[in-house]
């Protein structure tokens, strides 16, 4: 399985941006399906954005479609989260995931994970 390391997060106040990053190694990048996963405290894991493999198809959770854009570079085996406009509910631990396989929005669809990057928006 690929491993993952996240990057990037970090504190921000209410409309400022941030770029996650996401490094994968060990596996063959572009088999893989990513996705960007958040947790608030105190609440459920939930789906925020995925990416197919071919990089063509692209999948938001509402609360941040129009605000958020996730990429792929396969030539640095990198996975990327734009994050614009940002809200203090946008405040969680981002997760990056990877499945070898066509993306899904359940935390059970991923079977590798990053150690999760910290973003707080301030109000």
């Known amino acids: 399985q690929v491993q993952l390391v996240e990057s990037g997060g970090g504190l921000v106040q209410a409309g400022g941006s941030l770029r996650l990053s996401c490094a994968a190694s060990?596996?063959?990048?572009?088999?893989?399906?990513m996705c960007w996963f958040r947790q608030a405290p105190g609440k459920e894991r939930e789906f925020v954005a995925a990416?197919?493999?071919?990089?063509?198809?692209?999948y938001y959770a509402d609360s941040v479609k129009g605000r958020f854009t996730i990429s792929r570079d396969n030539a640095k085996n990198s996975a990327y989260l734009q994050m614009n406009s940002l809200k203090p509910e946008d405040t969680a631990v981002y997760y990056c995931?990877?499945?070898?396989?066509?993306?899904?929005?359940?935390?059970?669809?991923?079977?590798?994970w990053g150690q999760g990057t910290q973003v707080t928006v301030s109000s």
């Open positions: 060990g596996g063959a990048f572009s088999s893989y399906s």
């Open positions: 990416l197919s493999r071919s990089g063509y198809s692209t």
């Open positions: 995931a990877a499945v070898k396989s066509e993306p899904g929005t359940k935390p059970a669809d991923y079977n590798s």
